[in-house]
């Protein structure tokens, strides 16, 4: 990651040689994590144009996943949401927004972004961030100026596939049900069995 490229909006991290880059300006994300001097996530490309939902880790909220229609019901009244990505709204409002930093030190930083306008409701959230040798914590909160709203939250992590050692990422998941999707991406409603092989874009749950 080029620091000129990023001056002013990033947040540097380091605990032993373990270091990460927060970047306030692009989601408030996590836009990098060395360890051992190699880097692990998907870094932001060099030219445009540059897809905000491709790179980095960054926060979902208030909502992640998909919308149908960028539309959903609420206490009775119908809300209508910008829809990013083919004709839905998915992983929420925030993941290109500028974020307010609130807290940092050497291995911790806290940033918070405001919800509107592109959320029908008042409200922020919060990402902290805890770097360790051996570990990071990431944490998310999502909060209600006043009227009560749906919300949900979570991270798209970006891994590099191949790091400068070793072979091909592999994943190893255990579960017991899954949500199948209809030709749209969304969730049909019940839960099946998992397929027993990749590649999945799926919401799984019973993970062990």
Request: aromatic share 10%; charged share 25%.
């Amino acid at each position: 990651m080029s620091e000129r490229q990023y001056r002013g909006t990033v947040i540097n991290l380091s605990a032993g040689d373990v270091t990460a880059a927060v970047d306030r300006a692009h989601g408030g994300r996590l836009a990098s994590l060395v360890v051992g001097g190699m880097e692990l996530l998907v870094q932001r490309p060099s030219t445009a144009p540059i897809d905000p939902l491709s790179w980095g880790c960054f926060p979902m909220v208030p909502f992640a996943g998909r919308l149908r229609g960028g539309r959903f019901s609420w206490h009775g009244r119908l809300h209508e949401l910008e829809r990013n990505h083919a004709g839905h709204a998915m992983h929420g409002t925030l993941f290109d927004e500028r974020w307010t930093l609130a807290k940092r030190d050497d291995t911790y930083a806290r940033v918070e972004g405001r919800l509107n306008p592109r959320w029908p409701f008042e409200g922020w959230a919060v990402h902290e961030m805890a770097l360790a040798e051996d570990h990071i914590e990431l944490r998310l909160e999502v909060h209600a100026a006043d009227e009560a709203f749906p919300a949900t939250a979570g991270w798209h992590p970006w891994f590099r596939r191949r790091l400068e050692l070793g072979g091909d990422l592999e994943v190893d998941m255990q579960a017991t049900r899954f949500y199948p999707r209809d030709s749209d991406g969304l969730p049909l409603g019940p839960l099946d069995p998992p397929p027993p092989h990749g590649p999945w874009d799926d919401c799984f749950t019973g993970l062990t």
